[in-house]
């Protein structure tokens, strides 16, 4: 094999090491911090945990932009962006607490394996304070999971379904993007008046805990205002081709169609359905209509055309007309060339609102951060009004209801907002019974060490 | 010494010391220098070379002796790990019972698929085994959600039983009181080593593994397997049934998958689908033929090598590139850092690819070859007259799969 | 009645997918004897020939529109394509409107260069090596062309419609007597079957009946004794392997508007075409043809409501549920013959 020998004194050595490896396991580090990675030179060290190979590997692109743009303007460089709109005023764009503002970047794969391989790396190797973005519900869950147990805060990305908030819901974690059931929440009133109440809903669900929860969220509201659901059928998540669920839809009586796919599955799914005309098709007397509950601007440019006409919520749009949103488009556009995407947003904010608070609560210990999230009210950041919930670290605020655009300008206006549903209809208790129930619960924050 | 030859003595030993000594031997590059990006002393990625060594091992037992190339091992990693999760969720963190359980569970997993699959050969075996390990994935991925906690994967819940946990018990994986995640880290002028619990967990099972398929090897059950990959239809002319040899190969590189998926859930309490993905069970493959499929050491170092790449390339950035060559002019730096730019952070893919297909065209026996002809050719440059030709006419290797 | 009818055209449909890919992994493995796990990939690159004709029919220039404002408040920039303004805009419209079926033009002989190259440039030297480094190198290969198509055209789909022409569907069920709206076949979809019929047909009747075929059949047979013939069999065989090429390319072209082509999608069939090869047996032409479709058709009636209500997650399964029984009742496929991968 190798050309190494072995000597008596190299074994000793190492068997010393063995020694004190096993005898000190509860010294943990060398340094006595009060918690996980406390910084202690002149930078903070954020992590960005992003899909970056893998078919959300755009998405995970886009994000990682929007965080160095908040990095940027968290250390002063570049117009400040939403620091000049946001309604806090701690940041005073000189870093989080007089410290420089520095990141790493890590690869999820989309997969919870490898999120939680690479959010453990930064972690571990590179002292990173606190993971933020992503881009899948499994994914969000099990590395909020991992923040958790290692005592750092977490930030979600890109990640939809009721658990990441309900019954998975974490102390260290923390949402600002929406999810199912407030998508359908905010769809339900819009249909109503769009469609009428008298409609049969088909629904093709992704067969998957997110699929599952957003088809259970759409059918609950959808019925509550006199919809029937025809049917349910779960495809699976491998399925490229969809024709073999989708030509029975109109042979079934319903006149419409809610496609509770995300990613490539939502694209190929909708890019089938638009083949088979249904959109051309007329049953009972009415247009037959397609829903996708969960839209983004990737999925609308891989779907191309198909996307004229079909209704689905977004949790920001880069056309909203407020000052922060305004400021944060200008920013990012005149940056990178072009507008952000729904995701970008939120993990652009998510940056900012984690530097704000640990501004405010004076320190990086992530319980101290947490406390100053928790129940936090703020604006400015492109959403509008919004607020941190205390009990399940929900983000609450308006949601829009988008449609695809008939005659787009450019590449970007492909969606055109309908409306904006206010908060209160998006409102629901922390204990839901499709949050987890009385049951769920954040535990107790950690602050590792 | 353990029923061992005076060389394989030796060459436990020495890996003996390679992989307690890996958290020294991993972290050249002190810290705060440009290249500590390249370390990989850390805990986790640590840990996963140790895990990933024992499952390409025990693959290694199975495609390196008998020939038999599965593309379902993916399918026991994942039982192992649901198992231990599944132990912790009912007992308590202690990770003992969950391991014994990923053993047994994916034993007899191993034996019903390696039972069905064996009944067939060459790429019919292979395409057997991937189709059960799909149709485990599948299943694991949606219907069966209640037992796997499908996408999210499986983990442990505040109202979860866990009889066995008594007041004040660890709350994260640990061994009798050890807990896992702990870890002591020593500073050294400017080094930092970290010498982690569960590391050396998952490097003392890795080198007891390690022991017992060296013993397997040399054994007359492994000259039978090898026999079997020579020329299985001579070994049924003499009269011997070769199944049960094969079959109680399959089974016994079932377990080493078991238990490496096993201490995947020991050292993180997360078990996720993906674990059971074609893809990953097409790594154990591409781990050991790109070390050397046979040869003892060379799946740990194919282990190695991908898991360093997936762990150290994909966390390259451009802002790191550019910390690098900060030293240079502006526009030689920014040429630089443009054409690394496709091989690194989200590239990291790219570089594997490549890297896959130069060993492959160049080094047929993988890296053990490439090992072995620089050993060649430094004795050659240190005695002329040494057996030189044999950089040129190394032994054609045996088709594997063929 | 009426959905049974459905499921059967949507498993021919898939079926021919399924066909043309595995009949041009069988040519390669019959003819050469090597395992190409890059032929998803080929599928793959023929599905962005489409997409850069696409790109390439519509290349435009760029015109300040000061009247209106992009998203900056900054004056829009127009892009016009320069099809649109050599040709006017009627017919330079219907040229980009076209992209997809004049992409089986551009692709033919793209992809009969990349078969070429590919042969000469590495598989050529595989042939001698076990197959699980012919598997390897392959695989390589199929994640650097994947990696390479990425890094130019990103990782999200790109949609590539088919001509405005062939947008809607066929009412199928009046024309054999049902009621309206029962059998709806999308006319791209049938367009599709038909293109794999012909090429399926094509090739056969290239193999039987031309004297290159039928060399070629000999060769596969006993390359040896071709070659003592004093034939260059190894040149033909180089150009079965484009022509393989070219057959996973048109598959990939004309699927481009049935699923937004991505670069992974070769990944997500090169599972199944093996699974597809393997059931209709290692090297046996007639048996990947008929394997593709029988699972094809069985996958579509797993998918039908009243199939899956009865066993939950069979779809989920059902190829490889097919693929187990199949290969336990018949050791070498539907139509393998003996000694052929097997040791």
Redesign the interface.
């Known amino acids: 094999?190798?050309?190494?020998?072995?000597s008596r004194r190299?074994?000793i050595k190492?068997g010393a090491?063995?020694g004190?490896?096993?005898a000190?396991?509860?010294?943990?580090?060398?340094?006595a911090n009060a918690f996980t990675n406390a910084p202690m030179g002149s930078t903070v060290t954020l992590g960005f945990n992003v899909p970056?190979?893998?078919?959300?590997?755009?998405?995970?692109?886009d994000e990682l932009l929007a965080q160095k743009l908040a990095v940027e303007h968290l250390n002063g460089e570049g117009d400040g962006g939403c620091l000049n709109t946001f309604t806090s005023k701690a940041l005073k764009g000189n870093g989080i607490l007089g410290k420089k503002v520095e990141?790493?970047?890590?690869?999820t794969q989309t997969?919870?394996?490898?999120a939680?391989?690479?959010a453990?790396?930064?972690i571990?190797?590179?002292g990173a304070i606190m993971i933020n973005g992503g881009s899948?519900?499994?994914v969000a869950?099990?590395v909020q999971?991992?923040c958790q147990?290692?005592g750092v805060i977490f930030m979600a990305g890109l990640t939809h379904s009721n658990?990441t908030t309900g019954?998975?819901r974490k102390a260290n974690g923390f949402r600002h993007f929406f999810n199912a059931y407030m998508s359908a929440a905010a769809l339900a009133p819009i249909l109503a008046k769009e469609l009428g109440t008298d409609r049969n809903a088909y629904h093709l669900t992704a067969?998957?805990?997110?699929g599952w929860t957003q088809q259970e969220s759409m059918q609950a509201a959808t019925e509550a205002m006199g919809w029937k659901t025809v049917?349910n059928?779960?495809?699976?998540?491998?399925t490229?081709?969809f024709?073999?669920?989708i030509?029975?839809v109109?042979?079934a009586g319903a006149d419409v169609l809610v496609l509770n796919h995300y990613g490539?599955n939502m694209?190929?799914s909708l890019?089938?359905a638009v083949?088979?005309?249904l959109l051309?098709?007329m049953?009972n007397g009415k247009d037959f209509k397609i829903i996708v509950p969960l839209y983004s601007e990737?999925m609308a440019?891989?779907?191309?055309?198909?996307i004229k006409g079909v209704l689905g919520s977004m949790n920001y749009n880069?056309?909203l007309q407020n000052e922060g949103s305004k400021a944060f488009?200008?920013s990012f556009?005149?940056k990178y060339g072009r507008?952000p995407s729904n995701s970008a947003q939120t993990c652009y904010a998510q940056v900012l609102l984690y530097a704000d608070a640990c501004e405010r609560a004076g320190t990086f210990n992530p319980c101290g951060v947490a406390e100053a999230l928790e129940g936090f009210e703020f604006d400015g950041l492109g959403n509008g009004k919004t607020m941190y919930r205390k009990e399940d670290h929900q983000c609450f605020k308006d949601v829009l209801v988008v449609r695809g655009a008939q005659n787009p300008?450019?590449a970007?206006?492909t969606l055109e907002i309908v409306e904006v549903t206010p908060v209160d209809h998006v409102t629901y208790p922390p204990n839901h019974p499709m949050f987890g129930g009385d049951?769920a619960?954040l535990?107790t924050c950690n602050a590792g060490a | 010494m353990l029923g061992l030859s005076k060389k394989d003595t030796t060459f436990l030993l020495i890996v003996m010391f390679l992989t307690l000594a890996t958290p020294i031997l991993l972290q050249p590059f002190p810290e705060g220098s440009g290249l500590a990006q390249f370390n990989a002393g850390y805990p986790d990625l640590m840990q996963r070379f140790a895990i990933y060594g024992i499952f390409a091992i025990g693959f290694n037992i199975l495609f390196g002796l008998t020939g038999y190339l599965s593309f379902g091992h993916a399918a026991f990693l994942g039982v192992g790990s649901y198992s231990v999760v599944w132990m912790y969720k009912l007992l308590s963190y202690n990770v003992l019972p969950g391991l014994i359980l990923a053993v047994i569970m994916s034993a007899l997993f191993a034996l019903l698929i390696g039972y069905v699959s064996l009944r067939r050969s060459g790429i019919y075996f292979s395409i057997l085994t991937l189709a059960m390990a799909q149709m485990s994935f599948n299943l694991a991925y949606s219907v069966l959600t209640p037992l796997t906690n499908g996408e999210t994967g499986l983990q442990v819940y505040g109202d979860d039983p866990q009889v066995l946990m008594g007041e004040g018990g660890p709350t994260s994986p640990h061994f009798f009181g050890i807990v896992m995640n702990e870890a002591t880290k020593v500073d050294f002028a400017g080094w930092q080593f970290t010498f982690s619990n569960g590391y050396y967990f998952c490097a003392i099972i890795a080198i007891i593994v390690f022991y017992i398929s060296l013993r397997i090897f040399r054994s007359p059950f492994g000259l039978m397997l090898r026999a079997i990959k020579t020329n299985q239809t001579r070994m049924s002319y003499t009269g011997l049934n070769t199944r049960p040899y094969t079959l109680a190969a399959f089974v016994i590189s079932g377990m080493y998958a078991g238990l490496a998926g096993g201490l995947l859930a020991a050292m993180d309490p997360l078990a996720g689908a993906e674990r059971m993905q074609w893809t990953a069970s097409g790594e154990v493959v591409l781990m050991t033929i790109l070390g050397g499929a046979g040869t003892l050491m060379g799946p740990v170092l194919g282990a190695g090598f991908i898991k360093y790449f997936e762990n150290i390339f994909s966390k390259i950035n451009d802002n790191v590139l550019h910390g690098w060559f900060a030293v240079l002019p502006d526009g030689l730096e920014d040429t630089i850092v443009f054409l690394m730019h496709p091989f690194i952070g989200k590239g990291w893919h790219l570089t594997l690819g490549l890297l896959f297909m130069l060993v492959v065209i160049f080094l047929p026996g993988g890296l053990i070859e490439g090992g072995q002809r620089l050993r060649n050719w430094i004795k050659r440059d240190k005695e002329p007259k040494g057996p030189s030709k044999d950089t040129e006419h190394h032994p054609k290797p045996k088709p594997h799969v063929a | 009645m009426d959905a049974i009818i459905l499921q059967i055209l949507n498993g021919l449909d898939k079926g021919s997918a399924y066909a043309l890919i595995a009949l041009g992994l069988t040519l390669i493995f019959g003819t050469l004897g090597v395992v190409n796990f890059a032929h998803g990939a080929l599928f793959m690159l023929g599905s962005f020939c489409a997409v850069t004709l696409q790109r390439l029919l519509s290349l435009s220039f760029t015109v300040v529109d000061p009247t209106k404002k992009d998203f900056l408040g900054n004056p829009l920039k127009v892009d016009t394509p320069y099809v649109v303004d050599w040709f006017g805009d009627a017919a330079g419209n219907a040229i980009i409107n076209w992209s997809v079926p004049l992409a089986i033009l551009f692709a033919i002989p793209v992809m009969l260069f990349i078969g070429y190259a590919m042969e000469r440039g590495l598989i050529k030297h595989f042939y001698k090596r076990p197959h699980a480094d012919q598997i390897l190198v392959t695989f390589g290969l199929a994640i650097v062309i994947q990696e390479i198509v990425k890094y130019f055209y990103g990782a999200n789909p790109i949609p590539t419609p088919a001509p405005a022409a062939f947008k809607g569907s066929l009412d199928f069920g009046v024309m054999i007597g049902f009621a309206e709206n029962t059998i709806i076949y999308p006319y791209w979809r049938l367009i599709y079957f038909v293109f794999s019929a012909v090429i399926v047909s094509a090739v056969f009747a290239f193999l039987r009946f031309t004297t290159f075929g039928m060399v070629v059949r000999a060769g596969m047979a006993d390359r040896e004794t071709v070659g003592l013939l004093g034939i260059n069999i190894d040149k033909r065989f180089t150009i079965m392997f484009g022509m393989a090429a070219a057959v996973a390319g048109l598959a990939g072209v004309m699927y481009a508007p049935i699923n937004s082509p991505n670069y992974h999608m070769g990944m997500d069939f090169l599972v199944l075409s093996f699974v597809v090869v393997v059931v209709g047996g290692m090297g046996s032409l007639p048996g990947a043809v008929l394997a593709g479709f029988l699972l094809g058709i069985l996958e579509s009636f797993a998918s039908m409501n009243e199939v899956k209500s009865l066993i939950p997650g069979i779809d989920q399964i059902i190829i490889y549920l097919v693929a187990i029984i199949i290969l336990l009742t018949r050791p070498r496929g539907l139509m393998g013959r003996k000694g052929v991968m097997e040791e």
């Open positions: 094999m190798t050309k190494l020998t072995i190299g074994l190492t090491f063995v004190a490896g096993l000190m396991p509860t010294i943990f580090t060398s340094r970056q190979t893998g078919p959300y590997a755009d998405e995970g692109a990141f790493v970047t890590g690869d997969k919870s394996d490898a939680r391989a690479s453990r790396s930064m571990e190797k590179d899948s519900s499994g869950v099990a999971g991992l147990e290692a658990d019954k998975d067969d998957y805990t997110w049917n059928v779960l495809t699976p998540l491998a490229t081709d024709s073999s669920y030509a029975p109109i042979n490539g694209v190929n890019t089938n083949q088979f005309g051309d098709k049953v990737l440019a891989g779907a191309g055309d198909n880069w056309q488009v200008k556009g005149e507008p300008t450019t970007y206006d049951d619960s535990g």
